[in-house]
Antibody, heavy 112, light 110 residues
Framework: EVRLLESGGGLVQPGGSLRLSCAAS????????MSWVRQAPGKGLEWVST???????YYPDSVKGRFTISRDISKNTLYLQMNSLRAEDTAVYYC??????WGRGTLVTVSS | QSVLTQPPSASGTPGQRVTVSCSGG????????VNWFQQLPGTAPKLLIY???QRPSGVPDRFSGSKSGTSASLAISGLQSEDEADYYC???????????FGTGTKVTVL
């Protein structure tokens, strides 16, 4: 069974950093594009980042230069390093395998 | 603001057909495949339709998708109470070089 499990969320002060993890199982991790998507409280879905099977990365302007997506194929784990966090980054962060399978999400709250 | 526009809400009685529109442009829907996601209350999104009109295994055939030019549509025929959810379209945008989601549509079963 394909599974994705996010972790690493929590409360962080503005300007701080946080690293999210997404542990994958049930499929050949290296063969699929993986993405992060977030959802602010009561709002819609917002794409955050994608890493292709070939390792190419993409970001929207809202997080470019602050967030970094990476993966450890040996650990079947996807990461999102988030720096210079702002209040507007507060959201539930989901990881997704090729858009077809999603994790349950992890909540990030940026507040002083 | 999203570049893909959906109506905020749609509704129908059980058994009715409901459609949700998704309006974009030549840089996204016009030149990319469209996916649709369903998000039930309090849960993670789920892929409902991929590649404009394909259903993943396990998705009932009362859900269907279509695309024409720079717009796409999701149709739910034979509406059921368990279909009450938020629905999002999405596509790759070549100008933004990124993935874009629609504004989302809340479907209510009356």
């Amino acid at each position: 069974e394909v599974r994705l499990l996010e972790s690493g969320g929590g409360l962080v002060q503005p300007g701080g950093s946080l690293r999210l993890s997404c542990a994958a199982s049930g499929f050949t991790f290296s063969k699929y594009a993986m993405s992060w998507v977030r959802q602010a409280p009561g709002k819609g879905l917002e794409w955050v980042s994608t890493v292709t099977s070939g390792g190419r990365t993409y970001y929207p302007d809202s997080v470019k230069g602050r967030f970094t997506i990476s993966r450890d194929i040996s650990k079947n784990t996807l990461y999102l390093q988030m720096n210079s966090l702002r209040a507007e980054d507060t959201a539930v962060y989901y990881c997704a395998k090729n858009w077809e399978i999603w994790g349950r999400g992890t909540l990030v709250t940026v507040s002083s | 603001q999203s570049v893909l526009t959906q109506p905020p809400s749609a509704s129908g009685t059980p058994g009715q057909r409901v459609t949700v529109s998704c309006s974009g442009g030549s840089s996204n829907i016009g030149n990319s495949i469209v996916n649709w996601f369903q998000q039930l209350p309090g849960t993670a999104p789920k892929l409902l339709i991929y590649s404009n009109n394909q259903r993943p295994s396990g998705v009932p055939d009362r859900f269907s998708g279509s695309k024409s030019g720079t717009s796409a549509s999701l149709a739910i025929s034979g509406l059921q109470s368990e279909d009450e959810a938020d629905y999002y379209c999405a596509a790759w945008d070549g100008s933004l070089n990124g993935y874009v989601f629609g504004t989302g549509t809340k479907v209510t079963v009356l």
